[in-house]
């Protein structure tokens, strides 16, 4: 059997992590000991043996929604955002003189990866929306490391997950260097999934338990409130945006 919470994973949080799929384990009595890190995780995904882990909304709307099912959607620690949703902060150098994304217009933009919906979709529909559009790209296969990259000047601007943002300036000294300027409309949170074999309702109460059961401290850590329950449906109608032309090297 598979566990993963990979979404917000980091050395700082990992043993959060850990206890929180404790809880889940000690309720739904079953699954496996420990967590699983590192793999492939559209392996993970996709596996009849998967019991919970967490994906992205575009991977979700985009390949998954007709062989996994949905958990539930998290509620997180983010002001002025509605409860089962999130959004993606704009990040820039603090040296910076511009102060709006869309003074970004043909900027290098910084992104995690194509099936992202806070690196790649959100800034993507904000510029659309917008009447612009951001300039060359550059992949850098996580948002940490796409904040890293504008606050070395090898990208203009990047849209991280507010949550991971969170998590970037409590434990990363780069982020001294960046500043935020907006931020995108929000959409549904990152869903917690399990396989299409198996019956979300008892996972599903497990894990609202086990967020509970966890201390004020342990909540913060990971910015988890609770989960909700938010239907396929709001997860798909959002757009599939193409992917990045080409990227710089």
Known sequence: MIASLPMYDRPETAAVNDRLW???????????AHL????????????????????CG??????????????????????????????SVFVVRADDPRTRPQDFAGA?????????????????????????????TLRTGAHRLSARAVAE???????????????????D???RGLRVIGRTDPTPALPFITAMTRDPAPIRAALSEAVA??????????????????TPEAYRALPIPAPPAADLA
């Open 173 to 175: 000294g780069f982020a």
């Open 108 to 136: 290098v933009l910084a992104y995690n990866e194509p099936l992202s919906q806070s690196g790649w979709a959100a800034p993507q529909a904000f510029a659309a929306a917008d009447g612009f559009a951001f300039g060359p």
């Open 153 to 171: 000047g090898r990208a203009d601007i990047a849209a991280i997950d507010a949550l991971t943002w969170v998590l970037i300036t409590r434990h």
């Open 22 to 32: 404790q809880g889940v384990r000690e309720r739904l009595g079953q699954g496996p």
């Open 36 to 55: 699983t890190r590192g793999g492939d995780l559209w392996a993970e995904w996709q596996s009849p043996d998967l019991i919970l882990s967490q994906t």
């Open 58 to 87: 575009l991977p979700y709307r985009a390949r998954l929604h007709d062989r996994v099912h949905l958990v539930a959607t998290p509620i997180h620690d983010l002001p002025d955002c509605p409860e089962g949703q999130y959004y």
């Open 213 to 230: 059961a966890l201390s004020v401290a342990d909540r913060h850590t990971l910015g988890l409130l609770g989960v909700t329950i938010l």
